[in-house]
């Protein structure tokens, strides 16, 4: 059973437009999310986080948008670049409560920005 | 200043073997966190280390164990390797056991 899922395999956009990738969730326990930015070859790098307590977080040209009612989170990118082609993962943890902070992923997104 | 190292970087065992994955936090990290990724699918959690201490176990077998030094840096152990035990195994550190996790390059297994 997925506890996060994107459901978008991939998505194409054109240099310098909206790049809008999806996640939802299904465990009303998760209260931190985070999306990572994977390179062919590279380990997950992190981008930006957010917790329950808030429904949006920016920082530079990626905003994380949380809707708790419908568990869903959005991350967007504006304007796309060439160099932000790459798999990016949602997850999420339970972070209050208990010790254990794993991380659950969803399956990622292959990001395409075309020039 | 560094970031999360693992070696090595690959590695090819046939089935049976043993492995052994180490992992260097980054410094003033005190927790640790093993995941395997496998082709296609998102990084799932196999264990967390705070102050050498197991904090968490994902849904793996007895086969896999690990450990937390002094130093803080960890070993990921795989017993009884199964074909089905290829994938990329990925170290992150954190400074406590709630902050963002930092994920390091990754060691890929191959099991023939």
């Known amino acids: 059973d997925q506890q996060v899922k994107q459901n978008s395999p991939s998505l194409s956009v054109q240099e310098g437009r909206i790049s809008i990738l999806n996640c939802d969730y299904t465990?009303?326990?998760?209260?931190?999310f985070l999306w990572y930015k994977k390179y062919p070859a590279e380990g997950p790098t992190f981008l930006i986080s957010?917790?329950?307590?808030?429904d949006k977080n920016e920082d530079g040209r990626f905003t994380v948008f949380l809707n708790k009612s419908a568990k869903h989170l959005s991350l967007h990118i504006v304007p796309s670049q060439p160099g932000d082609s790459a798999v990016y993962f949602c997850?999420?943890?339970?972070?209050?409560?208990?010790?254990?902070?794993?991380?659950?992923f969803g399956k990622g997104t292959l990001l395409t920005v075309n020039p | 200043d560094a970031g999360v190292t693992q070696s090595p970087t690959h590695l090819i065992k046939t089935r049976g073997q043993h492995v052994t994955l180490r992992c260097s936090p980054i410094?003033?990290?005190?927790?640790v966190s093993w995941y395997q990724q496998v082709l296609g699918q998102g990084p799932q959690f196999i264990f967390q280390?705070?102050?050498?201490?197991?904090?968490g176990r994902g849904n793996f077998p007895d086969r896999f164990s690990a450990r937390q030094f002094p130093n803080y840096s960890s070993e990921l152990n795989v017993n009884a390797l199964l074909l089905g035990d290829s994938a990329l195994y990925l170290c992150?550190?954190?400074?406590?056991?709630?902050?963002?996790?930092?994920f390091g390059p990754g060691t890929r297994l191959l099991v023939l």
């Open positions: 465990n009303s326990m998760f209260d931190y």
């Open positions: 957010i917790s329950s307590i808030k």
């Open positions: 280390y705070y102050e050498k201490e197991e904090r």
């Open positions: 410094s003033g990290h005190k927790s």
């Open positions: 997850a999420a943890s339970p972070r209050s409560g208990g010790s254990n902070y794993k991380l659950t």
């Open positions: 992150a550190s954190s400074p406590g056991t709630q902050e963002t996790q930092y």
